[in-house]
């Protein structure tokens, strides 16, 4: 595959391959940033890919006190799902069980959209009766009573369909140790960019999948050509100075947001040079045919 | 922008009817239109010409020069611009507004906002009976929109209110917040006798308490709610000291438990 260069780190003349996707984003506030990122990391768990999830989530950034609606800390947390139908239900259980139930929790909308899904306006069951509907000039708000006080939840928060799903960047080391190092710098740099999740355990997949199986009923199996043990499978696409690969999936609320966490995580890796970090960068796609949404790595390259 | 000016003569012989002088009434009509606009209530035929001198201006932004209390219905029906009122005005002040801002640097007569579905009246003196309220035969009282009286209220304030928000920096007279369905209604000063008076819904917040509770409300404690917070941050651009009050420990009673009871009264503490 013709290369790029990079600080040394080879970069491969190839695309990342993306699909639409529609998203929400919710507001989870707390007493404090440790609750609040507590009931983040819950609602977001097993939350890594829709292929058995349901839904992919994760946390976008922590919202300091003064900019929440109730002036406590928060977090934002995305959703994306590949339909509407999903992507509420995600939210309604993901919410119900794991931001109510935390406590001190309070949840409000994310993301100002035409289109809105239910928040409050489907947990307020909860309250079997009790529950308290409020209004504050163009906000409606549910105060469910629980045992620590009230959950106060926002009626509704946005959806968009114009999200993208599937972003990526592929990060092929020399072992396993540095490619770690790398992708972690990469996800560092990622979090700082807005309106995007990496929703892999601490951002990182290691079992990058490809579409398909020789077993029935698997809808993705490993990605057999980037795995190292297999080098000699003669369909393998690693060099042999490859040793460990990991991958690096990206959800975003727009293309734009998604092609700036890529353009991030590659600027972080190039910085570390082949020496102390990764070899080649790579994308995944599927050639181009199924995903309306391609970023290329050429246009990503510092 | 340039605001149409109303100046009163004399002091009105009949009670006046000046809903057609709103800004959504106005737009695009000739002075001699709106000189001919009649406003009487009685046989004697009254023109906006007899009453008022007419300074052409930008129909979105209305002023009156002079008030009275015979002056009825001002921003009756407003759907947008602004109305400032410099003088007293009478009853139904702003009733059924749906948008736009009424100004009454004076006093309402009863009767303010009622049935109002959006926007905003602010009062600077003190407010008449039924304070948002409903007509009689109407099911319910003032249903969106902020009302705000910077002295005090007359009796039932608030009565029906279905949805939107009263402000009462003065006091509140007697069965403050009677029939409420939701909404919310916030008395800075001292509310009179049975505030909440068979309310099924909604919030009442009485920064000074009441004379007369009735029994029907249960006390469930004192409590920091968060949902007050949200409170503050809606009310601190038009009253930052009850903004601050709102954000402290209230009691909570439940209420009117001679009705649907799903209703609140928040209270000083002690």
């Known amino acids: 595959m013709p290369q790029l260069n990079a600080n040394g780190v080879r970069i491969d003349d190839t695309f990342a391959e993306a699909f639409a996707m529609r998203a929400t984003a919710v507001i989870i506030t707390a007493p404090a940033v440790r609750w609040a990122r507590q009931a983040a990391q819950t609602m977001t768990g097993f939350a890594t890919s829709i292929i058995g999830c349901g839904c992919e989530a994760g946390i976008d950034c922590e919202i300091a006190a003064d900019a929440t609606p109730d002036g406590r800390p928060g977090v934002r947390v995305l959703l994306f799902a590949v339909s509407t139908t999903e992507l509420q239900k995600q939210l309604q259980n993901r919410v119900g069980q794991c931001v109510l139930t935390s406590p001190g929790s309070a949840c409000y909308a994310g993301l100002e959209a035409e289109e809105e899904l239910k928040l409050g306006n489907a947990l307020r069951f909860f309250g079997d009766g009790w529950q308290i ?124 947001s998604v092609a700036a966490a890529m353009r991030a995580g590659i600027a972080a890796t190039v910085a570390l040079g082949p020496e102390r970090g990764i070899l080649r960068i790579g994308a995944g796609n599927y050639g181009g045919k199924l995903g309306p949404h391609h970023f290329h790595l050429k246009d990503l390259v510092p | 922008m340039t605001a149409l000016v109303f100046s009163l003569r004399e002091q009105p012989m009949q009670r006046l009817d000046l809903s057609p002088l709103v800004p959504n009434r106005l737009a695009n009509l000739s002075p001699a239109e709106i000189q001919r606009i009649e406003l009487q209530t009685t046989r004697q035929r009254l023109c906006v010409g007899d009453v008022f001198r007419v300074q052409m201006g930008d129909a979105e932004l209305i002023r009156f020069e002079g008030g009275h209390e015979r002056l009825d219905r001002i921003g009756y029906g407003m759907e947008r611009g602004e109305i400032h009122v410099h003088g007293d005005v009478g009853c139904q002040a702003g009733r059924l507004m749906n948008g736009g801002k009424l100004y009454i640097a004076g006093t309402a007569g009863p009767w303010a906002g009622s049935g109002m579905k959006a926007g905003l009246i602010e009062i600077t003196g003190s407010a008449g009976d039924r304070l948002g309220g409903p007509l009689a035969g109407e099911t319910a009282g003032m249903r969106g929109g902020v009302v705000i009286v910077r002295k005090d209220a007359g009796e039932r304030a608030g009565d029906r209110l279905r949805r939107g928000m009263i402000i009462i920096e003065g006091d509140a007279a007697a069965y403050a917040g009677s029939r409420m369905i939701a909404g919310t209604l916030i ?29 029907t409300f249960a006390d469930c404690g004192v409590h920091d709610l968060l949902s007050n917070a949200l409170m503050a941050a809606f009310i601190k651009p038009y009253s930052s000291e009850l903004a601050e009050f709102v954000r402290t420990p209230l009691r909570r009673l439940m209420g009117d438990m001679a009705g649907v009871g799903k209703g609140e009264i928040l209270y000083p503490p002690a």
């Open chain 2, 187 to 215: 008395v800075r000063g001292r509310a009179g006798p049975l505030p909440g008076y068979l309310m099924s819904r909604g919030t009442i917040v009485l920064a000074e308490g009441s004379n007369v509770l009735s029994p």
């Open chain 1, 133 to 256: 509907s409020k209004r504050f000039g163009d906000k409606r708000y549910w105060r469910v009573p629980v045992m620590d006080g009230e959950f106060v939840c926002e009626a509704t928060t946005g959806l968009t369909k114009s999200a993208v799903g599937g972003g990526n960047i592929v990060l092929m080391g020399a072992d396993a140790q540095k490619t770690l190092v790398a992708a972690e710098a990469a996800v560092a740099s990622i979090a700082a960019v807005p309106d995007v999740i990496v929703p892999f355990p601490g951002g990182i997949a290691r079992s990058g999948s490809k579409v398909g199986s020789k077993y029935k009923g698997a809808a993705a199996s490993t990605n057999d050509a980037y795995c190292p043990t297999l080098k000699g499978c003669g369909r393998s696409e690693l060099d042999a100075d490859i040793g460990s690969v990991l991958e690096i999936v990206i959800d975003g609320l727009t293309p734009a």
